[in-house]
């Protein structure tokens, strides 16, 4: 299936190496006081999604493959959320880090099924 010869490649990794820059640019202007609190968490929630595209790039079964790109599902959730509420708390405008979001989600969802179609 991957005719990449590294993550850096997939189009999926990419944009969520992108949305990260973009989450890191967002929270350097959060209070001081959520420096351990909602920052480090959209900090860590982003970060775990491009991550687990790279550690799952690499895995040689389709169930491992599966695991991580599902759990940088679930980050991507998280993620979600934490902008939601940055914007609820008027920490700054996320639409359209959501926006770029719901393309990594697409793009995260389509690469999990290529890869859970070869079981």
């Given at each position: 299936m991957e005719k990449t010869k590294h993550f850096r490649e997939l189009v999926v990794w990419q944009k969520a190496h992108q949305l990260v820059l973009d989450i890191y640019r967002l929270t350097k202007i959060f209070l001081k006081e959520e420096l351990f609190g909602l920052t480090s968490q959209l900090r860590r929630s982003a970060?775990?999604?491009?991550?687990?595209?790279?550690?799952?790039?690499?895995?040689?079964t389709i169930?491992?493959?599966s695991k991580f790109l599902n759990i940088a599902q679930g980050s991507l959730d998280e993620t979600h959320y934490y902008l939601i509420l940055a914007q609820d708390l008027g920490y700054g405008s996320t639409e359209i880090l959501q926006v770029?979001?719901?393309?990594?989600?697409?793009?995260?969802?389509?690469?999990?099924n290529a890869v859970e179609a070869r079981r």
């Open positions: 970060v775990s999604v491009p991550a687990n595209v790279a550690e799952g790039y690499r895995k040689r169930p491992d493959k770029n979001l719901e393309e990594v989600a697409r793009l995260l969802t389509a690469y999990y």
